[in-house]
């Protein structure tokens, strides 16, 4: 019965991992845009229903309905990925940035890091079959023959004074680079293609007279291929790239091409370009693509059925050639900058362009409305379910009464950009800017009245009560009114740094954060600030308390940090990307969403993640792969988990709850031979009983924990 339990237990959660939208299994997930954000850099199908995309952020999305929908694996890594390899629909390989090999050997279920020997970024990877292949970066080109378990690693020549955007390989020994050079003469950047016959160790170029760079390359057989550049540029050879014949187009800068056959080719490039051939390129026909974000690379898996992909996570298919493009991503793609909740599920975002996102189910789905404006829009504020305000640049300030089905425009009395806002009831509300402008209103926004001005931003308001006002901005200003905004004393931060976002947990208990990342903390309602050691020197952009205990902050480069006892601890969260985060907000210690460019939004439901701090026991060696019972057991809120790895592997260790569903991640990366003890503490966590699980390729073992809070 034990292991019948066991059984069903392995088989629900395999469905969920299955299933799941995470991001690197790190406690987040995409709420827009959806299926995910990340830039997407590569598309390759093995046959009409299998294929792959991958990305930025070590981005790895698998389909197996032809396109129709993605699930996101786990790949391991952060570093981006650009090529990929399909031996059969199990094997696949994958290669990017810093010198990133992966592989798959059960169609992504799990991918495993391989040792390359380089941290050079990989340009192109080709396999044969499963154990002969080959990856090459600017200096480097890389042989296996043994399935990427060892790679020879070799310095190539011929290619290191050129900037190479792409290489590709027809077998292991003949390849083609593209990219541009510069011939110390002219500004402009020449257009170079090189060839190899002996698996990328030599590289021959070839100027082809054009001037400007190659960014992608297409090959139908030894002797027939295209590249494709800037200034619409095309190129195309029927004798294995010796020679090169210039091609005409209407599209502005071309990214991605690829041929199905001799005659039949696609290319797509920046502003949603996407042009066809059916005459190998003799001309090339516009196609609507019906977006407009930059578009990277294509792949047909025959003539009619093919995928698009591009920026901010874009997916376009289409099944008439090109006639129709679908866009199978969804959401807008412009910065998000901040948001307002009433209650857990109905809240407000803006951004830029006149953005106005509304969900009603705390995130699950958003929907746009009609602001009547294109202006970029930097804060919103609402009061109830219906009555918000919202403010953006040039002084816009939008008004609604009905949840934003109908947005009006207030006149400001100010062109300066407005950047905050906040109301205390449906009257009184202050609205601050560039220049330090204050705005206070007394009458729901029919009139703003100007109380400041002066150099620098005012880039925070916030209540926190009906009478005391907090404004955070420039050069570490914080000021403070206590008559609900009718006048103003200026506060002591200790710091010249600025200052983008402050929250109060109650009248006296208040953070606020900036750059280099600053960290205050009041308990007296501003009387004192005192800085609190953040751990990081990134921009902080937004701050979010529950209580006087729970907070997060959140910034550029993917920075989130986080603390139980306020702020006299902050310790760092990694969600698997590194966007510009620009403002956070939860409405418990669990649930939450943080915010961003190019429409990011993330939701979390575990407050993010998980504390963790592991090592590796330096005692004898493992011979097989083990995970020990956690201890103490039951416990609260800390336990320790041991487990030991015999070869080097990715390891997972994942958290579940009673019905399967993940939790969070402990681990998921590379690990080497050694025994480790793993540090848990789930104090973000409900009292119950949970299931851990070690995961490799090869191995996998699940126990029981109880937290009783």
């Not at 069903?8 to 790190?26: G, K, N, P, R």
């Not at 020879?152 to 020549?157: E, K, L, Q, T």
């Not at 009041?522 to 907070?551: H, M, P, R, Y």
């Amino acid at each position: 019965m034990k292991n019948l339990f066991s059984y069903i237990f392995v088989l629900i959660i395999m469905i969920f991992i299955w299933c799941m939208e995470s991001l690197a299994q790190s406690g987040w997930y995409w709420q827009n845009p959806i299926p995910q954000g990340n830039d997407l850099r590569s598309v390759s199908f093995i046959n009409t229903n299998i294929g792959i995309a991958v990305g930025d952020y070590g981005t790895i999305i698998h389909t197996t309905d032809s396109g129709t929908s993605w699930t996101k694996q786990s790949s391991g890594t952060l570093s981006p990925l650009g090529s990929i390899s399909f031996i059969d629909s199990n094997y696949i390989s994958v290669a990017g940035g810093d010198g990133t090999i992966l592989r798959t050997t059960n169609r992504g279920t799990n991918w495993t890091k391989q040792s390359s020997g380089t941290t050079e970024n990989l340009l192109g990877i080709y396999f044969a079959d499963r154990n002969n292949g080959v990856t090459a970066s600017l200096h480097r080109v890389l042989h296996t023959t043994d399935g990427g378990a060892t790679w020879i690693n070799r310095i190539s020549s011929g290619l290191s004074s050129s900037s190479i955007h792409r290489i590709i390989f027809a077998d292991t020994s003949n390849g083609t680079a593209v990219g541009s050079y510069y011939d110390g003469f002219n500004i402009e950047s020449k257009s170079i293609i090189y060839t190899t016959t002996d698996g990328g160790r030599n590289w021959f170029g070839t100027s082809v007279g054009v001037t400007y760079a190659l960014n992608d390359v297409s090959f139908t057989d030894i002797n027939t291929g295209a590249a494709v550049g800037t200034n619409g540029t095309i190129l195309r050879t029927t004798n294995g790239g010796f020679n090169w014949t210039k091609q005409t187009s209407a599209a502005a800068y071309l990214n991605g091409v690829f041929f199905i056959d001799e005659n039949i080719g696609t290319a797509v490039g920046s502003s949603g370009a996407v042009i066809r051939t059916t005459d190998g390129g003799t001309t090339w026909t516009n196609q609507t693509s019906g977006i407009s974000e930059e578009l990277y690379k294509v792949f047909f898996s025959n003539a009619n059925v093919g995928i698009i992909v591009g920026r901010c996570g874009t997916i376009l298919r289409t099944t008439d050639g090109g006639a129709n493009w679908t866009c199978l991503s969804s959401g807008p793609k412009y910065d998000i900058y901040e948001s307002s909740f009433v209650n857990v599920n109905i809240g407000t975002a803006v951004g830029n362009h006149g953005t106005i996102l509304r969900t009603t189910n705390g995130g699950k789905s958003w929907i746009s409305q009609v602001s009547g404006t294109t202006k970029d829009l930097f804060s919103v504020s609402f009061i109830d379910a219906n009555t918000g305000t919202a403010v953006g640049s040039d002084g816009t300030i939008l008004r609604t009464s009905n949840g934003g089905t109908n947005w009006l425009n207030q006149s400001s009395g100010t062109t300066n950009h407005l950047v905050g806002v906040a109301f205390s009831d449906s009257n009184i509300g202050i609205a601050v800017g560039s220049w330090r402008i204050i705005l206070r209103t007394t009458n729901a926004g029919a009139t703003w009245t100007t109380q400041s001005s002066g150099a620098g931003y005012l880039n925070s308001v916030l209540f926190t009560d009906p009478n005391n006002v907090i404004v955070v901005g420039d050069y570490g200003t914080i000021l403070h009114s206590t008559n609900k905004g009718e006048s103003w004393t200026a506060q002591s931060s200790g710091t010249t740094n600025h200052l983008y976002s402050v929250c109060f947990a109650d009248v006296n208990i208040g953070t606020s954060v900036g750059g280099d990342g600053t960290v205050l903390r009041t308990t007296n309602g501003g009387e004192n600030w005192t800085s609190q050691v953040s751990g990081t020197i990134n921009e902080l952009k937004g701050v979010s308390f529950t209580d006087a205990n729970n907070g997060t902050a959140v910034g550029l480069m993917g920075e989130i940090i986080r603390t139980s006892d306020g702020g006299a601890n902050w310790i760092s969260r990694q969600c698997g990307i590194q966007n510009y985060f620009l403002s956070v907000f939860f409405t418990d210690a669990n649930t939450g969403i943080i915010m961003g460019a190019n429409g990011m939004i993330l939701g979390t439901t575990t407050g993010g993640g998980f504390v963790s701090v592991e090592k590796n026991l330096q005692t004898d060696l493992p011979q097989d792969f083990h995970l020990g019972q956690n201890y103490p057991n039951p416990f609260n809120p800390t336990t320790t988990i041991n487990y030991s790895v015999p070869k080097r592997s990715i390891v997972t260790i994942m958290i579940y709850d009673v019905l399967g569903r993940e939790v969070t991640t402990l681990i998921n990366e590379e690990k080497s031979i050694g025994n480790y003890t793993l540090k848990f503490n789930a104090a973000s966590f409900s009292s119950g009983i949970y299931f851990y699980q070690l995961k490799t390729a090869e191995f996998i073992q699940t126990k029981k924990m109880i937290l009783l809070r």
